[in-house]
């Protein structure tokens, strides 16, 4: 058996062909490629407005630049996330408190979220960044009640999440990163993500100013908009009007997005179907598998269990013994030595801290094999059948 790894890209016949012919054309960078992209995903998710960026960092700085962030404006995220989540906010010199997870579906607790909305004078809060972590969608709605209750923008990070979708209480199915109840969303094409471009991001939003701002802010400050411009000295003039940063992607990593996004759909079927034979192999294990509710399509970036805390390292390493290369995510950001040193520490966000003693990210991706992920499986039982097993749901101590 080969090395299985928790995540990994498909790249068919039809991407490559897609990156030969941009290859080929006279454009490399700033061509038709990406408005072409931004077109097609604005439009499968029934939003107004997408802006490629060069990588999700990048999209998340620029919804800090646009939502005017500020040094010492307060900005609340998840600790259970990529550390990019908070950094672009930081970027712009926001002071970040992270708020706790649920411990079921493991995304920003909204109620504690309250909590700490309640403990300060409204308007304290700039911003609000929920994670949609593993590809389990945010209550977009009643996040949109809180901003504007207590006056804060809300930015979704969906980087683990296009292609999923969730219902409101009118009955209405949302697609993740529509913007219906958000200001802005941010999505991720890194090659483990559903839409594997090498490197890559996208901003979606249905507000026009925010739009401009950050497709303003990818390019230097710079546009040729004749509308904008403060004076015309010909066809070649342009203003650089902010000060903006080189965050732009290139036209074949937009043709290769744009063609990874034609099997989108079929991403998501197949690692349902995966996410749901590992939920059947594995209920009889002291596992907790992942929690879903009715209403919702997971994107499943992740598949994450939980199992005992002095079990997991010992399970994380008898899978790499047997070349399955399974990931703990994530590390709770607050504990990490940056934000320590801002003042963070441990025992801030108990729940997210006992979430990372217990985690662990199994393979999950469409090209997995039903040979492979039946040796994940395998191999998992094994584990179990040489340490003991016990009864549902932990193993005790």
């Not at 499968?44 to 802006?51: N, P, R, S």
């Not at 709770?332 to 801290?353: I, N, Q």
Request: net charge negative; proline share 5%.
């Amino acid at each position: 058996m080969k090395p299985i790894s928790y995540g990994h890209q498909l790249i068919t016949d039809e991407d490559i062909q897609a990156v030969v012919e941009t290859l080929k054309s006279d454009y490399l960078t700033q061509g038709p490629r990406i408005p072409q992209f931004e077109k097609e995903f604005a439009a499968y998710l029934g939003c107004e407005y997408a802006c490629m960026v060069s990588n999700g960092t990048a999209a998340l700085h620029l919804c800090a630049m646009a939502l005017d962030i500020q040094p010492g404006d307060k900005v609340i995220t998840t600790p259970i996330t990529f550390v990019a989540s908070a950094n672009g906010f930081r970027y712009q010199g926001a002071e970040i408190t992270f708020c706790d997870i649920d411990s079921k579906t493991f995304l920003m607790d909204l109620d504690k979220l309250e909590e700490i909305l309640k403990a300060s004078p409204k308007g304290t809060y700039k911003a609000v960044v929920p994670v949609d972590f593993a590809g389990y969608p945010i209550d977009e709605e009643r996040l949109h009640k809180l901003a504007q209750e207590y006056g804060f923008a809300t930015v979704i990070d969906c980087c683990h999440a296009p292609g999923g979708l969730w219902t409101d209480s009118k009955g209405e199915k949302q697609m993740i990163g529509n913007c219906k109840y958000a200001d802005l969303s941010v999505f991720s094409f890194h090659p483990v993500k559903h839409i594997a471009a090498g490197e890559g991001g996208c901003i979606t939003t249905n507000r026009k100013d925010l739009y401009e701002k950050v497709a303003l802010y990818r390019t230097h400050g710079i546009t040729k908009d004749p509308e904008r411009l403060t004076r015309n000295d010909g066809g070649w003039y342009y203003e650089m009007q902010e000060l903006g940063y080189n965050y732009r992607i290139t036209e074949f990593q937009a043709a290769l997005a744009s063609s990874q996004l034609k099997r989108l759909d079929w991403s998501i079927e197949r690692r349902n179907e995966i996410a749901r034979k590992y939920d059947e192999a594995l209920d009889k294990l002291p596992i907790l598998i992942p929690f879903r509710q009715e209403g919702i399509v997971h994107a499943f970036h992740l598949y994450v269990i939980e199992v005992h805390p002095m079990r997991r390292k010992a399970l994380y390493d008898y899978l790499r013994e047997h070349q399955i290369y399974s990931q703990v995510l994530y590390i709770p950001a607050h504990t990490m030595p940056y934000y320590k040193s801002l003042g963070h520490k441990e025992g801030e966000c108990p729940v997210a801290e006992d979430y990372y003693k217990r985690c662990l990210a199994l393979p999950m991706y469409p090209s997995l094999t039903e040979e492979e992920q039946q040796y994940v499986i395998d191999t998992i039982w094994d584990f179990y059948a040489k340490c003991g097993r016990e009864a549902k749901p932990m193993c005790e101590e």
